[in-house]
């Protein structure tokens, strides 16, 4: 269970971000292949970093955050 990660920002823009989300799925149980992430969507660079990596929203809540 991952509940957060993030890169700090001096040292975001760097591609931080691309490697930690890319690294996840080494992580992950064998037989374990789905990953859910929950962001807000004021996060604006982070949801654009999850939908470059090929995350799709599957659910909106609104006011969750």
């Known amino acids: 269970y991952l509940s957060g ?3 700090l920002p001096d ?3 760097r591609g931080l971000g691309t490697r930690l989300l ?3 799925p080494a992580c992950l149980n064998p037989g374990h292949t ?4 929950q962001v807000s969507s004021l ?5 654009r970093l ?3 990596q090929g995350f799709s929203i599957s659910l909106r809540r609104d006011y969750y955050y």
């Not at 789905?34 to 992430?37: E, F, I, N, P, W």
């Not at 996060?43 to 949801?47: G, I, Q, S």
């Open 22 to 24: 890319q690294a996840i």
């Open 43 to 47: 996060n604006e660079e982070a949801c």
């Open 50 to 52: 999850y939908q470059n």
């Open 11 to 13: 040292a975001q823009g």
């Open 5 to 7: 990660f993030g890169v």
């Open 34 to 37: 789905r990953l859910t992430l």
